[in-house]
């Protein structure tokens, strides 16, 4: 005979009762099957486990050994069962999040939120400069979503077959080192901007041509642009070589500014995407209200940029209610558009 839990239970249940007749009635059994299962065991196990006399069954060492080990298996293995009961009947959320992002200014809030509200999941993240490889990623099941954004009211790629929700919109704004003879100014019109060099952080999406347009249609055409990281942009800007564009959440970093662009010719809506046949899709609501709220987490260091936005609402979420409660100290990524 293979010993099982539930031989266990019946050593636990004979020596907390004191009394193989006791046991048999807390188990359920005929006092005659449970000592004959005792017998069983004592066999299975090489000798007997209780000493028993008019007094009632006190354990033998090897009983003593044998419940020491019960007490341990027994609790663990109820856990186990429950712990697996709650996984399988759990369906209103997920058990892990894959997101992808192209240096999503939202993405650490986004994770920090989720984290908070459902620390039991896995959440992993990828970071990729290209939108096409992040929605190649999710059309495989190798993420779950991707978070990124593109220029004016144009969408990514329809190719890969993803489902496409806006979250928010901004206007791109300037960065300029502290010093830069614009950087007292509230705004700044992108034509005063024309004898300056550029840099821009690598991307395969439209941006680089509207901004070009956007050039045009002020009457310049843009001179070098510098293609490099976020930290070597933000070196470049500070080191007075060139001024980058960014979005408008870009956090506050010392020895530079934001300004908004005069008549905001640019704009960045920031995107999620997931498969509809996925099993993520079954959780995009979630996932994308959890994204608006880090969204309107990332307002809290741009006050001034709040208040404009509050005179501006083709801007922001766009007619969405601001979730409450903002994680003043989430970390979130950033990116120059």
Not at 33 to 41: D, V
Not at 115 to 130: D, G, H, K, L, R
Not at 252 to 278: D, I, K, N, S, Y
Not at 295 to 306: E, G, K, M, V, W
């Amino acid at each position: 005979m293979n010993l099982e839990l539930r031989h266990l239970k019946v050593v636990c249940a004979i020596a907390e009762t004191g009394s193989v007749t006791k046991a048999a009635s807390t188990l359920g059994l005929a006092q005659p099957a449970l000592t004959a299962q005792l017998q069983r065991i004592e066999r299975t196990l090489g000798g007997p486990l209780f000493e028993r006399d008019r007094r009632g069954a006190r354990p033998t060492a090897l009983g003593e050994l044998v419940l020491a080990r019960a007490r341990v298996l027994l609790p663990a293995m109820k856990g186990l069962q429950d712990e697996a009961a709650r996984l399988a009947g759990s369906v209103d959320t997920p058990r892990r999040y894959r997101f992808g992002g192209v240096n999503s200014p939202i993405l650490g809030r986004l994770v920090h939120r989720l984290a908070a509200e459902q620390p039991q999941a896995q959440i992993t993240t990828y970071a990729s400069w290209s939108v096409d490889e992040l929605a190649h990623l999710v059309a495989n099941g190798r993420l779950d979503y991707a978070l990124t954004g593109v220029c004016g009211d144009s969408t990514p790629s329809a190719e890969f077959g993803l489902s496409w929700r806006e979250v928010a919109v901004d206007p791109v704004v300037v960065l300029l080192p502290e010093q830069h003879p614009l950087a007292g100014r509230d705004e700044v019109s992108l034509v005063e901007l024309r004898r300056e060099q550029w840099v821009a952080a690598p991307g395969d999406g439209c941006f680089g041509d509207c901004f070009a347009a956007a050039c045009a249609r002020a009457g310049f055409t843009p001179r070098k642009v510098y293609e490099t990281d976020v930290r070597g942009s933000m070196d470049l800007v500070e080191a007075g070589e060139a001024v980058a564009l960014c979005q408008a959440t870009f956090r506050p970093v010392a020895g530079l500014v934001t300004r908004r662009l005069a008549g905001a010719p640019l704009r960045w809506r920031l995107m999620l995407g997931w498969h509809p046949e996925a099993p993520a899709a079954g959780f995009a609501d979630l996932v994308l209200e959890t994204a608006v709220a880090a969204y309107t987490d990332s307002l809290s260091p741009h006050p001034d940029y709040l208040a404009w936005l509050a005179e501006n609402p083709d801007f922001g979420l766009r007619g969405r209610a601001i979730p409450p409660g903002p994680v003043d100290d989430a970390v979130d990524g950033v990116r120059t558009a």
